[in-house]
C-alpha cells in the first residue's frame, strides 16, 4: 500500500465513513457504518473508534479531520447539527481526549469544496465554489488551497438566499414555505425536494427528484418543462454566486448534479454573451463523488496538523 498522508471521517445523520488517503488523495481504504443516535457517548465512541481504525493502518498520529453537517468555525467546541446528539456537548475537545490528539471539524460542504479544489474537478484553480444541489442546497468557498468560513461558518450557505422576485414572476411560481423558516428560499425550488415541488406545481405530478429526471431524460414533454424552470432557477443562483464571489470555478455536487446533461442545461439557460462580466461561469461536475466529503476533511487535517 503507497504511504498513507491522512484520514477523513464524514459525519452524517445515517452513517459515518472513514477513508485513508494516499500521496495523490487517491482512496487507499474505506468503511462504513451506521451513526449512533442514541447518546452522546455512543456517538463519541464510535468516532474515537473510526480514528484508531484509520492510525492503525498506517501510523500514530495520522493526520485525522471529521467533516459534518451545520456551521463550523475554527476552534468552536459546541456544533450545531439537527439528528444528531450533539446539543451542549465539547465534541471536538472530546474527540481530541479519547484520540490523544487534535481531529479538527469542517462543515461537509467545505469538505466537498475543499476536496474539489485540491484534488477534484477544480484543481488548479485559485477560487472555487462547491454548490450542492441534493437534499438541500448549499456550499463552500475554497480561495487559495483555505476555505473561507466567515464569522460564524454560514459563509457559503447560498441555499437559503431568496430567488430573485423578477425569475418567480417570469416563470410564474409562488414563493414556496423553506424548511428554514423563511419564504421563497433557493433551496425551495433546486433541492431535490424542490424539483419534485416544481413538478407538482407544474404538472400536477407527484415524483422523486430521480423519476422527474429520468421522465425528462425519455422525452417526456411535462418532465422536460419541469426540469426547463428548475434550469432557469439554478442559472440565477450561478449568475447569483458569480456576483457574490466570482469564482474562477463553480463545481456542481450532490445528488441532483447526476442527471442526464445538467451542464449543457445551465449553459442554456445563462445568458449568453454573460449578463454580468465578460466570460461565461466555469462549470464543471464534481470528481470525487462519495468520497469527497471524506477526502476534503483529511485534506483540511493535514493542512491544520
Ligand atoms: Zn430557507
Known amino acids: 500500500m503507497p504511504l498513507p498522508r491522512a484520514g477523513g471521517l464524514d459525519l452524517g445523520g445515517t452513517k459515518i465513513e472513514a477513508s485513508l488517503f494516499g500521496p495523490d488523495w487517491d482512496v487507499l481504504a474505506t468503511r462504513r457504518r451506521p451513526t449512533p443516535t442514541e ?11 473510526e480514528v484508531a481504525w484509520l492510525r492503525d493502518q498506517a501510523r500514530p498520529g495520522l493526520p485525522v479531520g471529521l467533516g459534518m453537517p451545520g456551521p463550523i468555525v475554527p476552534r468552536q467546541e459546541r456544533f450545531i447539527a439537527v439528528q444528531l ?26 469538505c466537498f469544496a475543499l476536496s474539489e479544489a485540491v484534488a477534484g474537478a477544480a484543481r488548479g484553480a485559485e477560487t472555487v465554489f462547491g454548490l450542492i444541489l441534493g437534499t438541500g442546497v448549499g ?22 438566499t431568496g430567488v430573485p422576485a423578477d425569475v418567480l414572476s417570469a416563470l410564474g411560481l409562488p414563493v414556496f414555505s423553506c424548511g428554514c423558516g423563511r419564504r421563497g428560499c433557493f433551496e425551495t425550488c433546486l433541492s431535490g425536494p424542490g424539483l419534485s415541488r416544481l413538478a407538482r406545481h ?8 430521480q423519476e422527474v429526471t429520468a421522465r425528462a431524460a425519455a422525452g417526456d414533454p411535462a418532465c422536460l418543462r419541469v426540469l426547463e424552470v428548475w434550469s432557469a432557477i439554478a442559472a440565477r ?36 454573451p454573460p449578463h454580468y462580466g465578460q466570460m461565461a461561469a466555469e462549470l464543471r461536475l464534481a470528481e470525487g463523488g462519495d468520497s469527497s466529503g471524506t477526502r476534503g476533511a483529511a485534506i483540511m487535517a493535514e493542512a491544520r496538523t
Open 39 to 49: 447518546s452522546y457517548a455512543a456517538l463519541l465512541d464510535a468516532l474515537a473508534e
Open 85 to 110: 446528539p450533539l446539543a451542549g456537548e465539547r465534541l471536538a475537545a472530546d474527540l481530541a481526549a479519547a484520540t490523544a490528539g487534535p481531529v479538527p471539524v469542517e462543515n461537509d460542504a467545505n
Open 139 to 160: 456550499g463552500g468557498l475554497v480561495a487559495g488551497g483555505a476555505v473561507l468560513h466567515g464569522r460564524q461558518g454560514y459563509a457559503g450557505e447560498i441555499g437559503h
Open 202 to 209: 407544474l404538472a400536477e405530478l407527484d415524483l422523486p427528484p
Open 237 to 272: 443562483l450561478i449568475e447569483t454566486l458569480q456576483m457574490a464571489y466570482d469564482p474562477d470555478c463553480i463545481v456542481l455536487g450532490g445528488g441532483l448534479s447526476r442527471m442526464p446533461g445538467l451542464l449543457e442545461q445551465l449553459r442554456a439557460a445563462l445568458p449568453d
